[in-house]
């Protein structure tokens, strides 16, 4: 089923009643890899209008679905991806929910409006991304027989290829390697959640902290430890220091995100915020007292001020939007 997400986003009504595109562009975009932005700009690059005239289906498979096949883990969460796009000048984005099945079976049921793709569009470009997974070739077996002129309108210039950069994205940030994830890839990377209520202990030792619940599941966290970056709250950004752990001191087994934002001072509680980790400064540890632990982040503080005022002295703001804009005249 195609869901709408942000109210930027086409709707199959929108489809049904008449909206039509010269290209459509399916992907799942997870961490919107070079293959993507490359997929990306040869699709809009098939109008004189560009990007205003591509419809970006954005694949994610489906969280609710009853599956023995357990979906994979992601670098960026469907909203994620979404604004991302929006932030680089895609406009049109539709989301495809996919049954997680179609990782490892064919023959199985389609995805609800499927048939949309090539009815509302001149031309359909599939990412690689598709061609791994072996329920979408059903996928476009259907739209062929529904559209007569299916084989002139499909664009294979990036189906055939082979996408390998994903896994290796995904074990640098499960191993803490934040820094050279953001050094490949031109952006931080980011988690998003909504700020609840922890022990309050940090707030006693002088470290108030925002305690984070990621939005989504199946999103890739980085390793335990503490980490410096740049977490977003309503459209401020503000320097901080991070840490992931289970609370070894307080004897917590919990794996938890804490954020404590430096010349901070606000309730925000329920709110949601973004976190872009930056560099992984040390490993998680335990201390013999609270005492000791309050040492520890004065001197993580100090560290994290110095590694974050030469990260930021060298790094654009648009490792915090993902990617620089694409413009079209």
């Known amino acids: 089923m195609v869901k709408q997400t942000h109210a930027s986003l086409i709707t199959p009504e929108e489809l049904t009643r008449g909206r039509h595109f010269r290209a459509c562009v399916i992907s799942f975009f997870d961490g919107m890899l ?95 991304d598709t061609r791994v997974a072996p329920g979408f070739p059903e996928l476009f077996s259907a739209l062929e027989a529904q559209v007569s002129d299916y084989q002139a309108r499909l664009d294979n210039t990036f189906y055939d290829k082979r996408v390998t950069t994903h896994q290796a994205q995904v074990d640098l940030v499960s191993e803490g390697k934040v820094a050279d994830f953001m050094k490949g890839m031109g952006y931080a990377f980011p988690v ?81 915020i973004s976190i872009s980790f930056m560099e992984r400064i040390r490993d998680e540890m335990r201390f013999n007292s609270l005492g000791e632990l309050k040492l520890q982040l004065d001197k993580d503080k100090t560290r994290a001020q110095d590694v974050l005022a030469e990260c930021l002295e060298n790094t654009t703001a648009n490792a915090f939007i993902y990617r620089e804009p694409i413009r079209w005249s």
């Open 34 to 128: 070079d293959h993507h932005l490359s997929l990306l700009k040869h699709a809009a690059g098939l109008s004189p209008e560009g990007a205003s005239d591509l419809l970006v289906i954005l694949c994610a498979y489906d969280r609710q679905h009853r599956t023995h096949s357990k979906p994979p883990v992601v670098l960026l969460s469907p909203d994620e991806r979404g604004l991302m796009l929006l932030d680089m000048g895609y406009p049109h984005i539709m989301h495809l929910s996919v049954n997680p099945e179609y990782r490892t079976h064919s023959n199985l049921p389609l995805p609800e409006d499927s048939q949309l793709l090539l009815r509302h569009c001149n031309i359909l470009v599939p990412g690689a």
């Open 192 to 272: 998003h959640g909504i700020v609840v209520k922890g022990n309050m202990i940090g707030h006693t030792l002088g470290y108030p902290t925002a305690n984070l619940r990621v939005a989504d599941p199946l999103k890739i966290i980085p390793a335990q430890g503490v980490y410096v970056g740049m977490v977003k709250v309503e459209d401020q950004w503000y320097q901080a220091m991070i840490n992931i752990g289970i609370r070894p001191t307080l004897d917590m087994d919990n794996v938890t995100i804490e954020a404590h934002l430096f010349d901070f001072d606000q309730d925000i509680y329920g709110k949601a």
